[in-house]
């Protein structure tokens, strides 16, 4: 069973930049839609951005348009968001998951995705 890894979360200060990462243990992550998700303490999980297999295509939600970026390294076989300019509402334990094989496009509904990693924290605060 593919099992998902993130890694990257971190303390940061407001208009900081992390870089997180996502992987998988059996396979390249390169087939697959995969999303970001974020659940801050308190509050429902939420998506935040994803990727397509195919052109690729992303999606991001408002809030983060703009600061976030979700990028394929093919090389790894590795998915990676790139978060600039952090806020303290950004903080929360993001999740990756593995969406639709082949997919040409991509949504950030977390009924849509399969596999979930364990998360990794990501704390904005001066």
């Known amino acids: 069973q593919v099992q998902l890894v993130e890694s990257g979360g971190a303390l940061v200060q407001p208009g900081g930049s992390l870089r997180l990462s996502c992987g998988a243990n059996?396979?390249?992550?390169?087939?697959?839609?995969i999303g970001w998700f974020r659940q801050a303490p308190g509050k429902e999980r939420e998506g935040v951005a994803c990727i397509s297999v195919t052109a690729p295509n992303t999606f991001y939600v408002d809030s983060v348009k703009g600061r976030f970026t979700i990028s394929r390294d093919h090389t790894k076989g590795t998915v990676h968001l790139q978060m600039n300019n952090l806020q303290p509402e950004d903080a929360g334990i993001y999740y990756c998951?593995?969406?639709?094989?082949?997919?040409?496009?991509?949504?950030?509904?977390?009924?849509?995705?399969?596999?979930w990693g364990q998360g990794t924290q990501v704390t904005v605060s001066s």
């Open positions: 998951a593995k969406g639709s094989i082949g997919a040409p496009y991509c949504a950030v509904v977390p009924g849509g995705y399969g596999a």
């Open positions: 059996t396979t390249s992550l390169d087939y697959y839609s």
